[in-house]
């Protein structure tokens, strides 16, 4: 059965990173919304806004369900979004159920001087060219609490040491709520 995994949590907390090295040690695939974005609205087309962000989700559900309808991976990985508002998260879990999967939510977090380092490096081949320190803490200021069950994953030391509890939970048997 196919798992949809939900990777929240500010700019700079590592979750785009974590999505990468899980996607290579599973059968995954990374579904970006700057990705998708960048590819819909190149260059001076691109403006962050929410109406932009909410049309690439609605791209990247449908070729979520696409996906798991072939049963082409084990698991789709939602990266991109800070999923920082309940309505982001609730889209994402309605539209598992209405596919019949699974879902998991990695939230990740870090110290704040650690995301505030790794966006102060202005990153030319990062798909975001919107993230900085300022984003981090407008994001983190406003995230409202995550209520699903969740693994919660501290990166301030780097994703290495996490990866086999983020794969433990991502393997688990037992079935999220739904």
Known sequence: MTTW??????????????ARTMAERLDAAVLDKDRVRGALFPGPLTDYTAPQDELCMRAMLDAAAYLTQLRRVDYIFFDGRTFSTRAQVEEVLFAAKRAGVRWRILHLTCADAVAEARLAWNDPSHPAQNRDPGLYRRIKQHFEPILEAKLEVDTTLGTEGQLAAVEA????????PR
């Open 5 to 18: 995994v939900l990777f929240a949590g500010p700019p700079g907390t590592g979750k785009s990173t974590l």
């Open 169 to 176: 939970y991502l393997r688990g048997a037992e079935s999220a």
